[in-house]
C-alpha cells in the first residue's frame, strides 16, 4: 500500500456474506483508480439481549471500523443487507454512535455511496438504499449515485440501481451475481475513488 495514496473506507454490515461479496466488488472498482486504496471495515452484530457484546475483533473477515478509518478515509461506500426494507439495525446502530463526528464534521464534505443486498428482487432495494443515505446526508457527505451513461441500468433483470450497487441473492442467499450486478458495483466503487481523487485535487 502506498502511504500518500487516497483511502477509501467500503463500510459494510454482512450476516450471510452476499453484502460482503458486493463489498468486495466496489473496493475492486476503488482500486482500478490511480492513487487509490480500498480499506474494507465491517460493524459489530447487535444483540436484542441488551448484557450481551462482541468480541473485540471479528472471527473472521475485515476488522470492526474504527474512529480513525472514519477520520483518515477521502470517501466512504456503506452496504447493508435488506432488513424489512431499510438497513440493519447493525448498521443504523453504527450511525446512532457517531454524534462525535457529527459535530465536529469530520466526513463533510467527502464523497460517498451505498449497497445493498435482498432476497427478493422487489423486497426493498430501493427503499434500503434511499434510506441508508439519510445519516450521510446528516454527516455532509457528498452522495453518489449512478449515472444511466452506465448502459446495465437500463437492462438489468437483475441487481443495480441508479441510489447505488445491489445484489438479488435469492430467499436462500445463493444467487450468483449476475454481470450486471457486478459491472455496476464495480462502477460504483470506481466513480466514488474517482471523484474523492477530484475533491482532493489542488483548487
Ligand atoms: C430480519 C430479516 C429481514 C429481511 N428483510 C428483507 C426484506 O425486507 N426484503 C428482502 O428482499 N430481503 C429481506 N431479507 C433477506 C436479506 O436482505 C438477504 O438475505 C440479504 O441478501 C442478506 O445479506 P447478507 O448475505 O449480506 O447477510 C431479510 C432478512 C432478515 C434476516
Redesign the pocket.
Known amino acids: 500500500m502506498n502511504q500518500a495514496n487516497l483511502i477509501i473506507l467500503v463500510l459494510f454490515y ?7 461479496k458486493l463489498a468486495e466488488l466496489i473496493a475492486q472498482g476503488i482500486e482500478s483508480v490511480p492513487g487509490c486504496d480500498a480499506r474494507l471495515r465491517t460493524v459489530p452484530a447487535v444483540s436484542t439481549v441488551a448484557e450481551a457484546t462482541e468480541a473485540d475483533v471479528p472471527a473472521e473477515g475485515a476488522p470492526y471500523v474504527e474512529q480513525e478509518d472514519l477520520q483518515e478515509c477521502a470517501g466512504i461506500a456503506v452496504g447493508s ?5 431499510n438497513m440493519a439495525a447493525a448498521m443504523k446502530y453504527f450511525w446512532d454512535g457517531t454524534a462525535t463526528q457529527w459535530l465536529s464534521g469530520a466526513l463533510a464534505g467527502k464523497p460517498a455511496c451505498v449497497f445493498t ?4 428482487l422487489h ?2 432495494q430501493e427503499s434500503t438504499l434511499l434510506s441508508m443515505m439519510i445519516p450521510l446526508f446528516h454527516h455532509g457527505l457528498m452522495v453518489l449515485g449512478l449515472p444511466y451513461t452506465n448502459p446495465e441500468l437500463m437492462t438489468t433483470a437483475s441487481g443495480g440501481t441508479p441510489y447505488g450497487a445491489s445484489h438479488w ?1 435469492g430467499l436462500d ?1 445463493k444467487k450468483s451475481f449476475t454481470d450486471d450486478e457486478k459491472k455496476l458495483a464495480i462502477a460504483l466503487g470506481r466513480r466514488l475513488a474517482e471523484t474523492a481523487v477530484k475533491l482532493r485535487a489542488p483548487q
Open positions: 454482512s450476516r450471510h456474506g452476499a453484502t460482503r443487507p435488506t432488513r424489512f426494507g443486498s435482498t432476497g427478493s423486497g426493498g441473492a442467499g
